[in-house]
């Protein structure tokens, strides 16, 4: 998935923001989860991107952890940017091995998508936007204007990550696809 998205997302106008179809996606998804083969170079790079959001919004306790919540969101209060980077770096550290892995894929996806945005449409404000909700939630359900300030905090600290990708996960993350 990450590697079609890196591949044709950087090309695809208002990817993770238009949305597959609700029916492929859904078969897809149960054909997937039974184990059988799919071959995603054939259908939409929107359900591809859809289905991977969905995947996301799947990880028990978020991929950024729902117990380290209030310290996420507390990020983007701190001072300058060298600090956010070290308190991310810091965050990061907590998380378990497979979720570090992912996210260095993720922001690797995401730093491509933004290097393109003038093509696509999508800064790392508006891949921010699509994507924040899919990496991390609080561990309760609240009201919509806590959740809609919580929502506006996760975007804003996705957004830095996104800008900010290869200071905090290291130039590496350019290549991590390799040529494709």
Same mark, same amino acid.
């Given at each position: 998935?990450?590697?079609?998205?890196?591949? &044709?997302?950087?090309?695809?106008?208002?990817?993770?923001?238009?949305?597959?179809?609700?029916?492929?996606?859904? &078969?897809?998804?149960?054909?997937?989860?039974?184990?059988?083969? %799919?071959?995603?170079?054939?259908?939409?790079?929107? %359900?591809?991107?859809?289905?991977?959001? @969905?995947?996301? +919004?799947?990880?028990?306790?978020?991929?950024?952890?729902?117990?380290?919540? @209030?310290?996420?969101?507390?990020?983007?209060?701190?001072?300058? !940017?060298?600090?956010?980077?070290?308190?991310?770096?810091?965050?990061?550290?907590?998380?378990?091995?497979?979720? #570090? %892995?992912?996210?260095?894929?993720?922001?690797?996806?995401?730093?491509?998508?933004?290097?393109?945005?003038?093509? !696509?449409?999508?800064?790392?404000? !508006?891949?921010?936007?699509?994507?924040?909700?899919?990496?991390?939630?609080?561990? #309760?359900?609240?009201?919509? @204007?806590?959740?809609?300030?919580?929502?506006?905090?996760?975007?804003?600290? %996705?957004?830095?990550?996104? &800008?900010?990708?290869? +200071?905090?996960?290291?130039?590496?993350?350019?290549?991590?696809?390799?040529?494709?």
């Amino acid at each position: 998935m990450l590697s079609l998205l890196y591949q &044709e997302g950087p090309s695809t106008e208002g990817i993770f923001r238009r949305s597959g179809s609700a029916k492929t996606c859904k &078969e897809l998804k149960e054909k997937l989860d039974s184990g059988a083969e %799919v071959d995603l170079a054939c259908e939409s790079i929107f %359900v591809t991107a859809s289905l991977f959001k @969905d995947f996301l +919004r799947n990880i028990p306790g978020s991929i950024l952890s729902s117990q380290l919540c @209030d310290k996420w969101v507390s990020v983007m209060d701190q001072g300058n !940017n060298e600090e956010k980077i070290k308190s991310i770096q810091r965050l990061i550290e907590q998380l378990p091995r497979a979720n #570090v %892995v992912l996210l260095r894929y993720i922001f690797g996806v995401l730093h491509g998508i933004e290097m393109r945005a003038e093509e !696509n449409q999508m800064n790392a404000f !508006n891949l921010a936007i699509c994507i924040a909700p899919s990496l991390l939630w609080p561990p #309760v359900s609240s009201t919509p @204007d806590v959740e809609s300030e919580f929502t506006k905090k996760i975007s804003s600290l %996705v957004q830095f990550l996104t &800008e900010n990708c290869c +200071r905090i996960f290291g130039d590496e993350i350019t290549s991590l696809f390799g040529e494709i």
